[in-house]
C-alpha cells in the first residue's frame, strides 16, 4: 500500500510555543488529506480536510486560528498547533488519498506533550 | 450524520479462541465500512473495507466481517487469535467515496496465553 510519513513522532514543548507536524505522502500524489486528534483512550475525531492548493476546511467546533493546516503541495500537508497549551496534548494523526474513490492511508501519528 | 457504536469497550480472549467486535452504524446515507487496528503509540492499518458487493469482507491477518444493512451492522471476527492480535480495534463509516471517516471510540482487544 501507499507510504504515508509524519513527522515528527513525538514532540514536547513549552505552553505558548507553536509546534508544527508535517505529513508527507512517500509514493504517490496526495490531492486530499485529513488531520485527525485522538485523545488518550479515546477514539479518532476529525480536524480538519484539506485539499491542495485551497483552504482547509475544519469540523465545527475546531479552531482554524489554533491549528492552521497548510497543502501547499502535492506531496507535504502540514499542521501548526499555535501558542500550545497543555489541554492540546493529543496524538495527532493525518491521512491521505488521491483522486476521488481511493482510500486514504495513515501516517504513524505524532504524540504532542505540552508541558 | 452519521455515527458509529462499538459496543464493547474491551474483550479479552484466550489465545486460539474466537472472536467478535460489534460495531453498529447510522447513516442516512449510503456508506463505507472499515476496520481499523491500531498498536500502542502507532498509526492506523487497515483491516478490511466494504464499498459494495458481497456482504462478506475478508481482510488481513485472517480477520472478517459482515455487512448487515438491515441490522446496520458490522461485525469483525476471526475464528482463531494469537497474542499479536493484542491491539485496539476501530470501526469507521464514511458516507460514500469521500473517506472522511467517523470513528468508533474503539474496542481493545487483549489476547491472554
Known amino acids: 500500500g501507499a507510504v504515508v510519513s509524519q513527522h515528527p513522532s513525538w514532540v514536547i514543548c513549552k505552553s505558548g510555543t507553536s509546534v508544527k507536524i508535517e505529513c508527507r505522502s512517500l509514493?504517490?500524489?496526495?490531492?486530499?488529506m485529513f488531520w485527525y486528534r485522538q485523545f488518550p483512550k479515546q477514539s479518532l475525531m476529525l480536524m480538519a480536510t484539506?485539499?491542495?492548493?485551497?483552504?482547509?476546511?475544519?469540523e465545527q467546533g475546531v479552531e482554524k486560528d489554533k491549528f492552521l493546516i497548510n497543502h501547499a503541495s502535492l506531496t507535504l500537508s502540514t499542521l501548526t498547533v499555535t501558542s500550545a497549551h497543555p489541554e492540546d496534548s493529543s496524538f495527532y494523526i493525518c491521512?491521505?488519498?488521491?483522486?476521488?474513490?481511493?482510500?486514504?492511508?495513515f501516517g504513524q501519528g505524532t504524540r504532542l506533550t505540552v508541558v | 450524520a452519521q455515527s458509529v457504536t462499538q459496543l464493547d469497550s474491551q474483550v479479552p480472549v484466550f489465545e486460539e479462541a474466537p472472536v467478535e467486535l460489534r460495531c453498529n452504524y447510522s447513516?442516512?446515507?449510503?456508506?463505507?465500512l472499515f476496520w481499523y487496528v491500531q498498536y500502542p503509540n502507532q498509526g492506523l492499518q487497515l483491516l478490511l473495507k466494504?464499498?459494495?458487493?458481497?456482504?462478506l469482507v475478508k481482510g488481513i491477518n485472517g480477520f472478517e466481517a459482515e455487512f448487515n444493512k438491515s441490522q446496520t451492522s458490522f461485525h469483525l471476527r476471526k475464528p482463531s487469535v494469537h497474542i499479536s492480535d493484542t491491539a485496539e480495534y476501530f470501526c469507521?463509516?464514511?458516507?460514500?467515496?469521500?473517506?472522511?471517516?467517523?470513528f468508533g471510540k474503539g474496542t481493545l482487544l487483549t489476547v491472554n496465553p
Open positions: 491521512s491521505a488519498k488521491w483522486g476521488q474513490n481511493t482510500e486514504a492511508f
Open positions: 509514493d504517490f500524489q496526495a490531492t486530499t
Open positions: 484539506s485539499n491542495e492548493g485551497s483552504k482547509a476546511t475544519y
Open positions: 447513516s442516512s446515507v449510503s456508506v463505507y
Open positions: 466494504y464499498l459494495s458487493g458481497s456482504t
Open positions: 469507521a463509516v464514511s458516507e460514500g467515496s469521500n473517506y472522511k471517516l467517523t
